[in-house]
């Protein structure tokens, strides 16, 4: 310390801590020449001393006019070291970045004013403390006193200057900082923000677009800002970023269009118009590494197809096409359940535009996937199915399509029955396909119906209620009932006849069944029909015949 006062004079120090600015500028400029003067020499033991004076006897100091005097003072002292400054920023640097946080706003004005001028001397040497710079000036931008506010801007353009001057600027320790500020509401530090995003973009060495899934959202979220000016600005960046993507070889298209279909659906006209916007371009340009995300983009474009404004219906729909269009398939990451999940859960939409589109996809997919869709159309079906009227449309219609599509019924049929048993009661069905193959004409279809009809009801694991059921007829009155009512349309085919009466246990008449075969003309269908009914008498569902029959 003493080697300090032999070096600075007294006088120097007392004016330097003074209220008045001009001996406070005016000691500066002596601090400034001695400094240089050591500098020459080589004396740096008595720099640091001088640096180490200002910053524990001054900037640190319980009074604002010492700390103001240690502000100014150590930007004179680096710029009396001029080129040599860099070795000494770890000292000069830490005490001013403190200043911006202290309670006295002149205090923080002019630790503005020293950055600025420590930041002219030494350019791009300070960018090591470009993080804690940056996060300094992010809260100066929401200062209290315009003054401050007005000197961080000048200091925030310098440092910008400098940023896109150098080589020394770590994109990648920056994005952290930057994606934790982005969701900030404060107007002020939006635009700060933006600001800083735009001129990074600028940069060519910087490759800001690489993180741009950092920060997207943070810049939607700005498309619904209260100040035009900060919407106008967030709405730029992103028209510039999306001009990148059109002409980048390479953008992770995955991680943004998830952003994307959240934004989709937001309240704010004007978000949901950009989201939309760029999922349009998405979906030509992502390629491969969009397949594993259209169900979720599916999921966004069908409300947005019924939108009240008209520019987003428009994209909505262009959209929907060009993603109709794509012909991916499963073993590329092409999800059809997941598809028609979405399209399905669209079915219940309030509006019919997207309904409409809904069925499309349903459509679309029974073409091109009909294994992977034949489930999901049945569930949707089932729910249309639900009321009474369509219920029995729906088995018209599917008796239909059995009738006019063989190999439907042949490689599917057991498929659909038994799945619409489980969706809407097994009971339910099998009496109501019973009234409607009872008055069928086509004698050859009605008995091929049957005896699939049957073989389901006997072998398959959904219809075990319906079987336990008609094992009571002689005993249950419901049971009865049920048997009453498939008996008319299973006497298309008399294997089936009997079949039913084995299980209902009414054997007299199953006799008697047996016995009129005699009148029937024994051909070939005959025989393949009889070896069938042989062989189901020795499934399990017989067990308990085979017993009575012992």
């Given at each position: 310390?003493?080697?300090?006062?032999?070096?600075?004079?007294?006088?120097?120090l007392?004016?330097?801590?003074?209220?008045?600015?001009?001996k406070?500028?005016?000691?500066?400029?002596?601090?400034e020449?001695?400094?240089?003067?050591?500098?020459v020499?080589?004396?740096?033991?008595?720099?640091?001393?001088?640096?180490?004076l200002?910053?524990?006897?001054?900037?640190?100091?319980?009074?604002?006019?010492?700390?103001?005097?240690?502000?100014?003072g150590?930007?004179?002292?680096?710029?009396g070291?001029?080129?040599?400054?860099?070795?000494?920023?770890?000292?000069i640097?830490?005490?001013?970045?403190?200043?911006f946080?202290?309670q006295?706003?002149?205090?923080?004005y002019?630790?503005?004013?020293?950055?600025y001028?420590?930041?002219?001397?030494?350019?791009?040497?300070?960018?090591?403390f470009?993080?804690?710079?940056?996060?300094?000036?992010?809260?100066?931008?929401?200062?209290?006193?315009?003054?401050v506010?007005?000197?961080?801007?000048?200091?925030?353009?310098?440092?910008?200057d400098i940023?896109?001057?150098?080589?020394?600027?770590?994109?990648e320790?920056?994005?952290?900082?930057?994606?934790?500020?982005?969701?900030?509401?404060?107007?002020?530090v939006?635009?700060?923000?933006?600001?800083?995003?735009?001129?990074?973009?600028?940069?060519?060495?910087i490759?800001?677009?690489?993180?741009?899934?950092?920060?997207?959202?943070?810049?939607?979220?700005?498309?619904?800002?209260?100040?035009?000016?900060?919407?106008?600005?967030?709405?730029?960046?992103?028209?510039?970023?999306?001009?990148?993507?059109?002409?980048s070889?390479?953008?992770?298209y995955?991680?943004?269009?998830?952003?994307?279909?959240?934004?989709?659906?937001?309240?704010?006209?004007?978000?949901?118009?950009?989201?939309?916007?760029?999922?349009n371009e998405?979906?030509k340009?992502?390629?491969d590494?969009?397949?594993?995300?259209?169900?979720?983009i599916?999921?966004?474009?069908?409300?947005?197809?019924?939108?009240?404004?008209?520019?987003?219906?428009?994209?909505?729909?262009?959209?929907?096409?060009?993603l109709?269009?794509?012909?991916?398939?499963?073993?590329?990451?092409?999800d059809?359940?997941?598809?028609?999940?979405?399209?399905k859960?669209?079915?219940?939409?309030?509006?019919?535009?997207?309904?409409?589109?809904?069925?499309?996809?349903?459509?679309?997919?029974?073409?091109r996937?009909?294994?992977?869709?034949?489930?999901?159309?049945?569930?949707?079906?089932?729910?249309?199915?639900?009321?009474?009227?369509?219920?029995?449309?729906?088995?018209?219609?599917l008796v239909h399509?059995?009738?006019?599509?063989?190999?439907l019924?042949?490689?599917?049929?057991?498929?659909?029955?038994?799945r619409?048993?489980?969706?809407?009661?097994?009971?339910?069905?099998?009496?109501?396909?019973?009234?409607?193959?009872?008055?069928?004409?086509?004698?050859?279809?009605?008995?091929i119906m049957?005896?699939?009809?049957?073989?389901?009801?006997?072998t398959?694991?959904?219809?075990?209620?319906?079987?336990d059921?008609?094992?009571?007829s002689?005993?249950?009155?419901a049971?009865?009932?049920?048997?009453?009512?498939?008996?008319?349309?299973?006497?298309?085919?008399?294997?089936?006849?009997?079949?039913?009466?084995?299980?209902?246990?009414?054997?007299?008449?199953?006799?008697?069944?047996?016995?009129?075969?005699?009148?029937?003309?024994?051909?070939?269908?005959?025989?393949?029909?009889?070896?069938?009914?042989i062989?189901?008498?020795?499934?399990?569902?017989?067990?308990?015949?085979r017993?009575?029959?012992?």
């Amino acid at each position: 310390m003493a080697d300090v006062f032999s070096v600075v004079p007294a006088s120097v120090l007392r004016n330097l801590s003074d209220k008045l600015y001009e001996k406070r500028k005016n000691a500066a400029l002596e601090i400034e020449n001695i400094v240089k003067q050591l500098t020459v020499a080589g004396e740096h033991d008595k720099i640091a001393a001088v640096i180490n004076l200002l910053t524990n006897e001054f900037t640190y100091s319980p009074q604002a006019n010492h700390r103001k005097g240690g502000l100014i003072g150590l930007a004179a002292a680096t710029v009396g070291l001029t080129s040599e400054a860099a070795p000494y920023l770890e000292q000069i640097v830490p005490p001013v970045l403190n200043s911006f946080s202290d309670q006295d706003s002149r205090v923080r004005y002019y630790a503005c004013e020293a950055l600025y001028n420590i930041a002219k001397v030494v350019r791009g040497e300070f960018i090591i403390f470009f993080n804690q710079i940056f996060d300094a000036l992010c809260r100066l931008s929401t200062d209290s006193d315009p003054s401050v506010q007005s000197a961080a801007h000048l200091l925030d353009r310098l440092v910008k200057d400098i940023v896109t001057e150098t080589d020394q600027f770590s994109i990648e320790e920056f994005i952290p900082l930057l994606r934790e500020r982005m969701n900030v509401l404060n107007p002020y530090v939006r635009q700060f923000l933006v600001g800083w995003i735009t001129v990074l973009d600028s940069v060519p060495d910087i490759d800001m677009l690489g993180f741009l899934p950092d920060f997207l959202d943070g810049l939607f979220n700005m498309l619904s800002d209260s100040s035009h000016e900060i919407r106008q600005q967030a709405d730029s960046a992103l028209s510039e970023f999306l001009q990148e993507i059109k002409n980048s070889p390479s953008v992770d298209y995955g991680r943004m269009a998830e952003i994307l279909v959240q934004r989709a659906a937001s309240s704010d006209e004007f978000t949901r118009l950009t989201a939309i916007t760029w999922i349009n371009e998405f979906v030509k340009l992502g390629g491969d590494q969009l397949v594993p995300y259209y169900a979720d983009i599916l999921g966004a474009i069908l409300p947005c197809i019924s939108d009240k404004e008209e520019k987003i219906r428009v994209v909505a729909r262009e959209t929907n096409e060009e993603l109709r269009a794509v012909k991916a398939v499963p073993a590329e990451g092409f999800d059809v359940g997941e598809i028609l999940t979405i399209a399905k859960r669209e079915l219940s939409s309030e509006l019919e535009a997207t309904r409409i589109e809904a069925l499309h996809w349903f459509s679309t997919l029974l073409t091109r996937h009909r294994v992977e869709v034949v489930l999901m159309v049945l569930e949707v079906h089932a729910c249309i199915a639900k009321d009474p009227q369509h219920f029995c449309q729906l088995l018209v219609f599917l008796v239909h399509n059995f009738r006019v599509n063989n190999s439907l019924l042949e490689k599917r049929g057991a498929l659909i029955v038994r799945r619409l048993c489980v969706l809407l009661d097994a009971e339910r069905v099998y009496r109501e396909l019973s009234i409607i193959l009872e008055g069928e004409s086509d004698l050859d279809f009605a008995s091929i119906m049957v005896q699939a009809l049957n073989l389901i009801l006997l072998t398959s694991s959904e219809l075990a209620g319906l079987r336990d059921l008609l094992k009571q007829s002689l005993v249950n009155a419901a049971g009865k009932d049920l048997f009453l009512s498939l008996y008319p349309s299973w006497c298309h085919s008399p294997m089936a006849t009997i079949s039913l009466c084995f299980l209902a246990q009414t054997y007299q008449h199953a006799s008697s069944v047996i016995q009129s075969l005699a009148e029937e003309d024994i051909n070939v269908k005959f025989l393949v029909q009889l070896d069938k009914l042989i062989h189901l008498l020795e499934i399990p569902v017989f067990a308990y015949l085979r017993l009575q029959v012992l």
